[in-house]
């Protein structure tokens, strides 16, 4: 990637921010397994948790993905969980950070300096930035 004055972009800061976007959605937060255990139902209320648990399995098939759930029915507080002891990526818990740290590296003015890139180095459902291969983006 070249800035259109001709200076590449300072790599290090680059590979940070994929890092801080790779990596940090993964350091999730999910409840101990104590606290699950002990809100988990038995008898006729377990038959409907499994049934529960069938049709999560069954989204999953189908849109090949992994779900995660937690609700509680804050009416009688009972609880439906299914992989609550897994962590799972959100995907704007990074945006704070990566910001962060862009603009501790750059002013407000090199962030409307705009950047090209050509086709090749898109990544996979980059619905805007495909959008502007022609042209460029500023930060």
């Given at each position: 990637?070249?800035?259109r004055?001709?200076f590449?972009?300072?790599?290090f800061?680059?590979?940070?921010?994929?890092?801080l976007?790779a990596?940090?959605?993964?350091a999730?937060?999910s409840?101990?397994a104590?606290?699950?255990s002990?809100?988990r139902?038995?008898?006729?209320?377990k038959k409907?948790?499994d049934h529960?648990?069938?049709?999560?399995?069954r989204?999953e098939?189908?849109y090949d993905?992994?779900l995660?759930v937690?609700?509680?029915?804050t009416?009688n507080?009972r609880?439906?969980s299914?992989?609550?002891?897994?962590?799972?990526a959100?995907?704007?818990?990074?945006?704070?950070?990566a910001?962060?740290?862009l603009?501790r590296?750059?002013s407000l003015?090199?962030?409307?300096?705009?950047i090209?890139y050509?086709?090749k180095?898109l990544?996979s459902?980059?619905?805007?930035?495909?959008?502007h291969?022609d042209?460029?983006m500023?930060l």
């Amino acid at each position: 990637m070249k800035r259109r004055n001709g200076f590449r972009v300072n790599k290090f800061i680059l590979v940070l921010i994929i890092l801080l976007i790779a990596v940090v959605p993964l350091a999730g937060w999910s409840k101990p397994a104590e606290h699950q255990s002990a809100h988990r139902d038995k008898g006729p209320k377990k038959k409907t948790a499994d049934h529960l648990s069938q049709q999560f399995a069954r989204l999953e098939h189908t849109y090949d993905a992994r779900l995660g759930v937690y609700a509680l029915d804050t009416g009688n507080h009972r609880t439906v969980s299914y992989r609550s002891d897994e962590r799972f990526a959100y995907a704007s818990t990074y945006k704070a950070l990566a910001t962060g740290a862009l603009l501790r590296h750059h002013s407000l003015g090199q962030l409307n300096e705009r950047i090209t890139y050509t086709s090749k180095d898109l990544v996979s459902y980059s619905p805007i930035t495909e959008q502007h291969v022609d042209t460029g983006m500023t930060l």
